[in-house]
């Protein structure tokens, strides 16, 4: 798999390595883009659009699809015509000893569209749609409350979805944009940085009472 993603058909050098060894070149990100636009395009004119030929459309797009790096299709909706216009952010504390109990009951709510484990704050964040503020309420206050893993919660409503994407790519950042700057001088927070061996764009966490104490002293 990994020969015929290095030697078929036209582009540039690899630029990535994943799932069990295909290698993804510049053609394999032109037709993970292409996609992108259009998941129901044929193999003719995905062949077209990237600029080599049907059978190396066809060979590499299964490819993508063998190694994982396609995982599956399916259908956007509009959900506000669908009947699910609200959209709320929940933001959960766990208690940290029933982790797996509240992964477990949060399979068992076909409601929630998204959760991921966070940093900061809270624990977890829980994306949600419903068909109206109600609706969340009593998700919020007689379904989670219930569940003896959840700690706390804050819910945030979401106003606009401004953007969203199907997904991204490494070569979006170039695409369009505003010219790269050149790097700027250390400022004098980097130079403390480095004096205390803290590789740069790396954040320190720093506690309240450490910081308050810093301010005083400086004061």
Not at 32 to 44: A, F, H, K, P, Q
Not at 59 to 67: K, S
Not at 111 to 116: D, F, G, L, N
Request: aromatic share 4%; charged share 25%.
């Amino acid at each position: 798999m990994t020969e015929m993603s290095s030697n078929s058909g036209s582009g540039g050098g690899a630029t990535g390595r994943i799932g069990i060894g295909l290698e993804l070149d510049a053609t394999h990100m032109k037709i993970l883009d292409v996609l992108r636009e259009n998941g129901r395009i044929s193999v003719s004119a995905l062949a077209e659009r990237v600029g080599i030929s049907r059978a190396n459309a066809y060979t590499r797009f299964e490819a993508l699809r063998a190694d994982g790096v396609i995982r599956r299709f399916t259908a956007e909706i509009d959900h506000q015509r669908a009947g699910l216009g609200i959209v709320a952010l929940i933001f959960v504390t766990v208690r940290q000893q029933m982790w797996r109990q509240f992964r477990a009951q949060l399979a068992q709510m076909p409601e929630v569209e998204y959760c991921a484990i966070t940093t900061g704050q809270h624990d977890a964040m829980i994306q949600v749609r419903m068909a109206d503020v109600a609706e969340v309420h009593a998700m919020v206050t007689e379904r989670l409350a219930n569940i003896p893993a959840v700690k706390a919660t804050e819910t945030v409503f979401i106003l606009d979805e401004v953007l969203r994407r199907p997904y991204v790519l490494p070569g979006d950042r170039g695409r369009g944009g505003a010219p790269r700057r050149p790097a700027p001088s250390p400022e004098p927070e980097q130079t403390q940085a480095q004096a205390q061996g803290l590789p740069l764009g790396k954040m320190r966490f720093v506690g309240a009472a450490e910081g308050r104490a810093a301010l005083r002293d400086e004061s």
